[in-house]
């Protein structure tokens, strides 16, 4: 990735971080969770459930995102290796 690229992406990311931040205030009706301080993850099979529900792609749009980012072939393939690698 070439740091023009890099550059981009890090610039994606920050503008992707404000919109979802103004999101969250607004109260999108497509978020169903309200955010609790103090929030706890004890029951982790439980989140791992929610985390992982494929329905999330329907609200997170990860294919349009990826597309947005205008990557190479590669690079894309590297990014899908890291999210499964992750997981």
Known sequence: ???TTT???VGLLLFLASASAAICQT?????????EPGHSFGNAETWAKEFDNPARDVWQKPDEILDALQLAPTERN???TRQSSAA
């Open 27 to 35: 109260g999108s009706p497509q978020m169903k969770h309200e955010h």
């Open 78 to 80: 590297e990014v899908a």
């Open 7 to 9: 550059s981009g992406v």
């Open 1 to 3: 990735m070439t740091c």
